[in-house]
């Protein structure tokens, strides 16, 4: 067979399934695939805030890096098929906890700061695009003491509150715990910085990522490690749990640069960076996220046995085939490239059974079993994603089509040829390699059927 690209599919992504979804399943144990692909997963708006310490005064630099979605933005036509958004991200400071109630009771007002932009879409298409963003980078100094923000975005003059994203920080007389840990993407040459991850205070799943350390004063460099725990995290406070990854500093790690600074390249990637000098000692590691499963973490600096910084953080995965988000769904969603026997057996059961048989089924196909993520399953259920995307019609989901299960079994094509015979309904002709599949329409509305 052709074949699904690997060979099947497998399975890393299911602890993040079973771990995060489980309990939603059970409680939509009839939900759709057609809920799950409208179901939003990413946030409607990136935020993440870095307290830096100045090495002018006794201020400290609050920078808030931020990313927004196109399709979080309001979009109005601006003629020859362009779109344009006027959109103004607004940070309002105040000083004091963060209310647990009402959070527009706070009465301690302290700074707005505001970030503006007109926002260009090339398409209509491209205004709802969840895979294009729109950057910025704010930064305010601020004294020792207790803060919190709010979020309002104001996009083409209509006003929305971002609850969800207030957060309470807090600025003592040293920089903070966890202030001194920053995360970026992979960096070959750390000396010239990088870019953000830009997902807020999450961390992009199965990805490795650069963890940047600002060693502090009267701190040695000869016994720095770091430790990265998985973790839950309440409110207020962090508990670990297993050790996942445990790793020394060498001294190709260390170097010395002026203070951090994040700034933004044409409004689509923000970057950390060096200022001139060297004022402060760093170290940096890359982190082997890609064989840690999806769930809550905290990195741990260590000076021997002495801790001496921590920073948790959630992995999040943006782009879940939307079919394990749940297991009744997903196993609906192979029935193309199961016998009939397999097929009934694997719905056999309680959830519990479900869940098992579903997990054994992909654990003994994964081509990379030293990790969590499993490609070989990913690519399938990708694959369910494009098909629904691209074949579905008024009558049939793409993924239930001919053309979706060829596609679900073989992958794209290496050709696809269109013929419109007069008098003779239009046919596709899908080329593998030396196979060839020739589908036929049989409505004006996209429905084709495999005729050989």
Known sequence: MYALKYSLIATAILLFLFDFFAPAAHAQSRVSYFQLANR????????????????????????????????????????????????????????????????????????????????????????????????????????PGTYHYSVRLRTDGINRDFRSLAREFTITDRTGRDSRIFFSSVSDTPTEGASTLGLGRAIPYAK??????????????????????EAERSQSEVTRRDLVFEQAFSSDDLFNAGKIEIENHENTQNVVRFAGGDTFSYAYMTIPNNRFRNTGFEVVIFDGETEIASRAFQTLWIDIPRSLLNVDVAIANMEPILDQDTFRELRRGNQQARERKFREFWNERDPEPERYFNPLMVEYFSRVDQAFRRFSTPNTPGFQSDRGKVFLRNGEPDRIERFFPTNAPATEVWTYGSRRFVFEATTGFGDYVLRN
């Open 40 to 143: 939003a997963i990413a946030p409607p708006i990136f935020l993440d805030y870095h307290t830096v310490k100045s090495s002018e005064n006794d201020e400290t630099t609050v920078w808030f890096d931020f990313k927004i979605p196109y399709n979080t933005l309001q979009f109005r036509s601006s003629g020859s098929g362009t779109f344009a958004s006027e959109t103004e991200l607004i940070i309002t400071i105040r000083e004091g906890e963060l209310p647990s109630g009402d959070r527009s009771l706070s009465t301690s007002f302290l700074d707005r700061i505001f970030w503006t932009q007109r926002v260009t879409a090339s398409s209509f298409d491209e205004t709802s695009s969840t895979d294009k963003f729109v950057s910025g980078v704010v930064k305010k100094n601020l004294p």
């Open 208 to 229: 490795d990522f650069g963890l940047f350390f600002m060693i502090p004063d009267g701190v040695g460099s000869d016994n720095l490690r770091v430790k990265v725990f």
